[in-house]
């Protein structure tokens, strides 16, 4: 009978967690009350409550159950061992194009807290995960490129930390255009393509 209950409680806590990405994809964060929440799960606001503290609590579990597209490749990037480093930085932009395309949950959950929730109040500790996250997906591309013109014996026309932030900046760019015009282009093979012309830009050869 434990076991049963469990796997209930279990599945109503993912039930909440899916209404809630639902729910905060139409109407934002800040609109999206609790009771609508539990409506599009089948439950009451006692369910919620049961399992979450308030309405950031349940923010915050939803966006660690689909892991940020960032968060994730880093994860990914820190735990390869970079015998390549021109290989493993594309790759990492390769999986973060992939992953926001291919995975549903992940992309609702980056598109929220992209541009459907108020970084104010009991909010902002999003955006110091966001901040956080693109800091150390930075700081990786950083390593990489650095790491890749001391094996090629090639001197980066400018410093490797601009050279991450320009990289940075264009397929942070792709994302959003590719997100906001609803996947007008294929988005791994142009971002495959930009982020090669860029690196030919800064001389290397791929």
């Given at each position: 009978?434990a076991?049963?209950?469990?796997?209930?409680?279990?599945?109503?806590?993912?039930?909440?967690?899916d209404?809630?990405?639902?729910?905060?994809?139409?109407?934002?964060?800040a609109?999206?009350?609790?009771s609508?929440?539990?409506?599009?799960?089948?439950?009451?606001r006692?369910?919620?409550?049961?399992?979450?503290?308030d309405?950031?609590?349940?923010?915050?579990?939803?966006?660690?159950?689909?892991?940020?597209?960032?968060?994730?490749?880093?994860?990914?990037?820190?735990?390869?061992?970079?015998?390549?480093?021109?290989?493993?930085?594309?790759?990492?932009?390769?999986?973060?194009?992939r992953?926001?395309?291919?995975?549903?949950?992940?992309?609702?959950?980056?598109?929220?807290?992209?541009?459907?929730?108020?970084?104010?109040?009991?909010?902002?500790?999003?955006?110091?995960?966001?901040?956080?996250?693109?800091?150390?997906?930075?700081?990786?591309?950083?390593?990489?490129l650095?790491l890749a013109?001391?094996?090629?014996?090639?001197?980066?026309?400018m410093?490797a930390?601009?050279?991450?932030?320009?990289?940075?900046?264009?397929?942070?760019?792709?994302?959003q255009?590719?997100?906001?015009?609803?996947?007008?282009?294929d988005?791994p093979?142009?971002?495959?393509?930009a982020?090669?012309a860029?690196?030919r830009?800064?001389?290397?050869?791929?």
């Amino acid at each position: 009978m434990a076991r049963r209950t469990k796997e209930d409680a279990d599945a109503t806590r993912n039930a909440l967690l899916d209404a809630a990405e639902l729910v905060f994809y139409e109407k934002g964060v800040a609109r999206a009350s609790l009771s609508e929440i539990a409506q599009a799960a089948g439950a009451t606001r006692g369910a919620i409550y049961w399992h979450f503290k308030d309405k950031v609590d349940l923010f915050n579990a939803m966006m660690d159950r689909a892991t940020l597209p960032l968060e994730g490749v880093c994860n990914a990037g820190e735990a390869a061992y970079a015998k390549e480093p021109l290989v493993q930085l594309r790759g990492m932009v390769e999986l973060l194009l992939r992953s926001v395309v291919s995975d549903a949950h992940m992309r609702r959950v980056f598109e929220i807290a992209l541009y459907r929730v108020e970084y104010v109040s009991e909010l902002s500790g999003v955006r110091e995960r966001h901040l956080a996250a693109h800091a150390r997906f930075q700081a990786l591309l950083e390593r990489n490129l650095s790491l890749a013109a001391a094996q090629a014996s090639l001197a980066l026309p400018m410093s490797a930390a601009m050279a991450a932030a320009g990289l940075h900046a264009l397929f942070n760019g792709l994302l959003q255009s590719w997100l906001l015009g609803e996947a007008s282009f294929d988005l791994p093979a142009t971002g495959r393509a930009a982020v090669d012309a860029y690196l030919r830009g800064l001389g290397f050869h791929v």
